[in-house]
């Protein structure tokens, strides 16, 4: 299955996925600082997830992943352009998730 995508900071849309199927790659497009919430350890480490900082536009773009979700959960990120400094409060609200469910991977959390 081709992997989901994000384009940071321009592409803020919800992903749904689902558990241990799905992998999801995440594309800088310009210069942003990224952050995120995953109370729920959907991508715990190793390997975790796209390191919480700022990221410099490259050309070609720079594109990290692909990241496999291990837990059933939601993810809430945010991206700002610095020196705005990048949060994930009240994100909820303007779909900025990535939404995990379903699938079937050894020792994950139901």
Not at 39 to 64: K, M
Not at 65 to 85: K, L
């Amino acid at each position: 299955m081709p992997a989901k995508h994000l384009n940071i900071p321009n592409d803020l849309s919800s992903v749904n996925m689902t558990k241990g199927t799905d992998t999801l790659e995440i594309t800088v497009t310009a210069t942003c600082t990224w952050c995120y919430s995953d109370p729920n350890g959907v991508f715990p480490p190793p390997p975790g997830f796209l390191a919480a900082g700022t990221y410099n536009v490259t050309t070609p773009h720079t594109t990290y992943g692909p990241y496999t979700p291990q837990n059933d959960g939601v993810v809430e990120f945010g991206v700002s352009i610095p020196p705005v400094p990048c949060s994930t409060t009240g994100i909820t609200a303007t779909g900025h998730t990535i939404t995990v469910t379903g699938g079937n991977m050894p020792h994950s959390k139901k």
